[in-house]
């Protein structure tokens, strides 16, 4: 960031360096840069305003109440403070947010954190808590303290818009930010990251309560036993005979094809609803196949053995709980997933207990929201494939071939397991890496937009489909991704940088017209 005259100097502050100085410390202990120049440098690090301590005046009485211990622990400290809010200096601001929060939320004050030089902070700290010891007032830093005697509170800060102009601010961001997307990296270890949620032996979840009247009552648990499974209960309800009579009747048929594209059985006696939801999964590589009433489920539950079913509770023939029941109690039909559906009027009698009893994995009501319906069928789908073949074995031998110079080999095989399961998000995002790696760009912004459709809050997807669309000239899709990924982005300086980032692209796209 030009703070160090030359090359030489930061070869020196690097050989210097240990594991408790940060580098930034390292060169303002050997006097290579002053404190301010290094705050600077820290803020557009950061993505943070910094105080330069050296130069503050501060009141020793904001840390009544306070442990010394825990200030020095946390290494943070009150610097100023003014209508409500207090301004709290930390070396490790992103660390300590939570306890500052909570610590001065019981002044009533708001607080604003922001960084510090690891080493000032220290100073400073031992300094103050010192300094209330002896009933001082004030304690001013050293430059402060150069202007004469401290009669009031000064704050000395830097904010990263401050430290430079526009121009050059966009462009180390840009650098930043494209450092980032383009280096090397694990794939096998930094899918882990994702937001994919690991389903549960018994998911649900459940549409609010609605407040038409009798909306409240639950549904009657009637045919069934106390708990899921195959086995009724010894005390299992009238009808549990019909339903054990529907299971033995689906026990004959093919098993669950794993080699093949994922199936869904969708089974609703409204036809909307039928093709809506054929629209939607189909061009996800799923197969589907409809019924219109739970006779004409059972009937293709027999012929073909699907991943997951989805199926209207109040069904022409045998109900969707029924329906539900039987292929729980099945042995052919073990691991099928199956999500219950009901219009809102009804969703509020569709309580968890009634879910648990009859074995449904998940509920949605309609209206339906298609994206939280396809999160929860990727799931099943996930959990249904899992006991039937082992997907991570065959992941890992495609990534094997990878660091042994076999790229070719390693696309391949994972484009086989896409093929296999168009809803593997961590095998398109490892092959959207490598494609990437090799320059096939238009190829890895197909795998990436899978990607990001099937996991849309999977913040290296989306920062890294930003960038290749900006690699093509799509400015407008890089911003618009980039603005999409910022909510999910965890590292408080990447996220300063893609805002100035795409700040920098709208106003350059903007000048263009």
């Known amino acids: 960031m030009g703070v160090l005259p030359d090359e030489a100097t930061l070869a020196d502050a690097l050989a210097r360096q ?31 305003p910094a105080i330069v301590l050296d130069e503050c ?11 010394p211990d825990l200030l020095r622990r946390m290494q943070m400290l009150p610097v100023f403070a003014e209508a409500g809010t207090v301004i709290v200096a930390a070396s490790r601001p992103d660390e300590v947010a939570g306890h500052a929060n909570a610590l001065f939320a019981r002044r009533g004050w708001s607080v604003t954190l922001c960084v510090a030089l690891s080493v000032t902070v220290a100073r400073t700290v031992r300094a103050v808590i010192a300094a209330r010891g002896r009933d001082e007032l004030r304690w001013a830093g050293p430059v402060a303290a150069s202007d004469g005697p401290a009669r009031h509170p000064r704050l000395a800060m830097v904010s990263p818009d401050d430290t430079l102009d526009d121009a050059l601010l966009g462009e180390r961001a840009q650098q930043a930010v494209i450092e980032d ?29 609605a407040a038409t009247a009798g909306a409240d009552t639950p549904w ?5 036993g106390s708990s899921p499974g195959r086995e009724p209960a010894p005390d299992g309800g009238p009808g549990d005979d019909e339903v054990g009579e529907l299971a033995r009747g689906l026990e004959r048929g093919p098993e669950v094809d794993a080699t093949g594209p994922p199936r869904l059985l969708i089974v609703d006696d409204d036809f909307a609803t039928r093709h809506l939801l054929v629209k939607e999964i189909e061009p996800r590589g799923y197969q589907v196949d409809t019924a219109a009433s739970g006779t004409d489920a059972l009937d293709a539950l027999r012929q073909a053995a699907p991943d997951v079913v989805i199926a209207d509770i109040l069904l022409p023939g045998v109900d969707g709980f029924r329906l539900c029941r039987a292929i729980k109690r099945t042995r052919r039909l073990e691991g099928v997933g199956v999500i219950l559906m009901s219009a809102v ?14 074995g449904a994995d998940g509920y949605a009501a309609k209206p339906l929201d298609t994206t939280r319906l396809l999160r929860i069928v990727r799931e099943l789908v996930g959990r249904r494939r ?38 593997a998000s961590k095998v398109r995002f490892a092959l959207a890496n490598l494609l ?30 930003a960038y290749l669309y900006y690699k093509k000239g799509h400015t407008l899709r890089a911003v618009e991704t980039w603005r999409r990924a910022l909510p999910h982005c965890e590292d408080p300086a990447l996220r300063r940088n893609i805002e100035l980032f795409v700040r920098k692209l709208a106003q350059d796209s903007l000048a263009a017209r």
Do not use: W
């Open 181 to 209: 997307v383009t280096k090397e990296i694990q794939v096998k270890n930094l899918f882990h990251e994702t937001s994919e949620v690991e389903v549960n032996s018994r998911e649900t979840f459940l549409a609010p309560r």
């Open 386 to 423: 899992a006991r039937t073949r082992n997907d991570d074995d065959a992941f890992d031998a495609a990534i094997a071939r990878y660091p042994a110079g076999d790229v070719d080999g390693a696309i391949e095989m994972l484009r086989d397991g896409v093929a296999l399961d168009p809803a």
């Open 57 to 67: 005046v501060i009141d020793t009485s904001l840390i009544d109440g306070i442990a």
């Open 345 to 358: 009027i009804d969703s509020g009698r569709v309580t968890a207990e009634v879910l648990e009893k009859y």
């Open 18 to 48: 240990s594991e408790r100085l940060p580098i930034g410390s390292i060169c303002y202990v050997l006097g290579h840069a002053g404190e301010r120049e290094l705050a600077e440098a820290l803020s557009i690090q950061s993505g943070r």
């Open 220 to 224: 009657p648990v009637t045919g069934v």
């Open 436 to 465: 990437q790696k090799e320059a096939r760009i238009e190829e890895a912004i197909d795998e990436y937009e899978s990607v990001v459709e099937l996991e849309p809050r999977y913040f290296p997807a989306l920062t890294r489909l």
